[in-house]
């Protein structure tokens, strides 16, 4: 069965037999007949598509607890399942961001959670896959919401250098809105990214923010020759999440980690990447071959991961931000190589869609919205 154009632009299914097409349906009467039915079932489903779209709010799915939802479980490897970084954990109803890779905003939309919701974003890092989706951020923080006001970006020293940038690159765009719009609809001020810059202590933890029950620290990590780079801890008060950022094995990150109901570390499977180191020389990508050889010297592997989480002593633990990425959960065994039998707590690697919530009875739940 194939489908095929008919004349008058419309499609219509049929076979092939000896070189001749021989339509599905009878005659045109027919033909129409069941064209004007396709074309109702196709309407009623798109309807309900951006019903779904426009509406839904994951944060009414979810029962009460600490939410972590995995917007973007991916590195800058061609992974056409994942998006860049983007973690968004979702306490006492409010949504903080924590980077905004590549596809931060559309894929923020599909697991029903708009931009605009978005309080704050926190940065780990100013590599390129942890920022490059701010600028469409800020635009879908408008346009899906009703905001007035700047999107905080919480960073490193040199944070205001990013949002600066961004600003700047999007300004053109931005004004296109407002005068195709109207400040009712795109107030120029709600484009705008606001810096908020903060500076981690030597070692422990500094806190970023406390509003009510919510508290946000930040701490150092190891990723030379990054710097700034952090990780940060996140309490509604009776549940905490610890987000590692982009770091090789840290003191640092342990101590900050301590005794948390979940522990969301990046990874690098060093096998693995040394697969794509080799099969890279041998096609004569020496500079692919280069970035292969050194990122493992400051990424985590699995073992490293797990080493952590058990000197921290945490209740569980999520594996995102994946070097190199994964067709499937068929390869997870592969990546891990062993490490998650090392690990009591439940274990996850994690894909785009993916939510762990921390329940009110320290129980954990686990939800694909994709």
């Given at each position: ?16 037999e000896n070189g001749h097409h021989f339509p599905c349906c009878g005659n045109a009467r027919d033909s129409s007949r ?337």
């Open positions: 069965m194939v489908l095929v154009r008919r004349q008058g632009a419309s499609y219509r299914y049929g076979h092939y069941v064209d004007d039915i396709q074309n109702q079932i196709a309407l009623y489903l798109f309807q309900q598509n951006i019903e779904r779209q426009v509406s839904w709010d994951i944060r009414d799915d979810l029962s009460d607890g600490l939410h972590v939802a995995f917007c973007g479980t991916g590195s800058p490897l061609p992974d056409p399942g994942r998006g860049g970084a983007c973690t968004a954990v979702i306490a006492d109803g409010r949504v903080f961001l924590f980077d905004a890779g590549e596809g931060a905003a559309e894929s923020l939309a599909l697991m029903g959670i708009a931009p605009s919701n978005v309080e704050a974003v926190f940065l780990t890092h100013f590599h390129s896959d942890h920022i490059n989706g701010l600028g469409a951020l800020a635009l879908q923080h408008v346009f899906r919401g009703n905001v007035t006001g700047p999107l905080a970006v919480y960073g490193g020293p040199g944070v205001e250098r990013v949002v600066s940038g961004f600003n700047e690159a999007f300004a053109q765009d931005h004004s296109y809105c407002v005068a195709h719009h109207g400040e009712d609809a795109a107030p120029a001020a709600g484009f705008e990214l606001a810096a908020m810059p903060i500076a981690a202590p030597d070692s422990g933890l500094g806190t970023v923010l406390i509003d009510g029950d919510i508290t946000i620290s930040v701490f150092n990590v190891h990723h030379e020759s990054v710097s700034p780079a952090y990780g940060y801890r996140i309490s509604d008060g009776q549940r905490s999440v610890v987000i590692s950022g982009d770091t090789a094995y840290s003191p640092n990150l342990v101590a900050a980690a301590a005794g948390a109901d979940l522990l969301v570390h990046e990874a690098l499977a060093p096998k693995l990447v040394d697969r794509l180191r080799e099969t890279a020389l041998r096609h004569g990508n020496d500079g692919l071959a280069i970035v292969m050889t050194d990122i493992p010297s400051y990424h985590a592997s699995p073992a490293d991961v797990v080493r952590a989480a058990n000197e921290s002593g945490v209740r569980a633990l999520a594996l995102t931000h994946l070097i190199p990425g994964l067709p499937g959960s068929f390869f997870d065994d592969l990546f891990l190589d062993g490490a998650a039998d090392d690990f009591a707590g439940d274990f996850w690697i994690t894909k785009d869609g993916d939510v762990i919530s921390i329940l009110a009875n320290q129980e954990y739940s686990y939800l694909q919205t994709r």
